[in-house]
C-alpha cells in the first residue's frame, strides 16, 4: 500500500477566484512570484495585501507584514 497523498483537481469556480486574486495583486504592483504566493493563501486579506502597496509600503515589508 503506498502511503502518497491523492489531491483533488481544483474545480473551476476556485481557479477563477486564484487567477482573479493573482492578477489584484499584480495590478497593485506585486510580482509574479509574491502574487501568486499570496493569491493562494486563503490566509491572507487581499485588501490588506493591496492596502499596503497603496500607502507606499515596500512589496518585502508588505510580505513579512502578510505572513
Given amino acids: 500500500m503506498s502511503t502518497e497523498t491523492l489531491t483533488a483537481p481544483e474545480p473551476r469556480a ?20 509574491a502574487a501568486l504566493v499570496l493569491a493562494l493563501d486563503p490566509e491572507v486579506d487581499l ?5 499596503l502597496l497603496e500607502r507606499g509600503c515596500p512589496i518585502d ?7
Fill in 14 to 33: 476556485t481557479r477563477s477566484v486564484t487567477r482573479w486574486r493573482i492578477e489584484q495583486l499584480l495590478a497593485a504592483g506585486y510580482d509574479g512570484d
Fill in 47 to 51: 485588501r490588506t495585501a493591496v492596502s
Fill in 61 to 67: 515589508t508588505a510580505l513579512r507584514i502578510l505572513f
